[in-house]
């Protein structure tokens, strides 16, 4: 069971990044992106389902400048594209795995270490 994520960085303001996960987990019917900002509670920001077809959710705070996709040719890579990148998306970006979809923290098993996003106005 691994999960990896990479792609953060620093970046400007109205600046787009893309995170990537490569998860390697057996029994994984959805992948999440979540943020940890300074001084606030985990949050969940986009979730997908794995199996197949574009069953997507957000959480208000990214929906229309964050997407959530697979990789086309490997089943394990999976993306978040920030677009028009805000000082308060500032925070450490991870990736998890679990069997249900949702914008908690709480239904995820598996973990990644995290990938550090920095936004300076």
């Known amino acids: 069971v691994q999960l990896e994520e990479s792609g953060g960085g620093s970046v400007q303001a109205g600046g787009s990044l893309r995170l990537s996960c490569e998860a390697s987990v057996n029994s994984m019917y959805c992948l999440a992106w979540l943020r940890e900002a300074p001084g606030k509670e985990r949050e969940g920001l986009a979730h997908?389902?794995?199996?197949?077809?574009?069953?997507?959710?957000y959480a208000s705070s990214g929906k229309g400048r964050f997407t959530i996709s697979p990789d086309n040719a490997k089943k394990t890579l999976y993306y978040l594209q920030m677009n028009n990148l805000e000082p308060e998306d500032t925070g450490t970006y991870y990736c998890a795995a679990g069997q249900r979809c949702g914008l908690g923290t709480g239904q995820y098993d598996y973990w990644g270490q995290g990938t550090q996003v920095t936004v300076s106005s």
């Open positions: 997908i389902y794995t199996s197949g077809g574009d069953f997507t959710g």
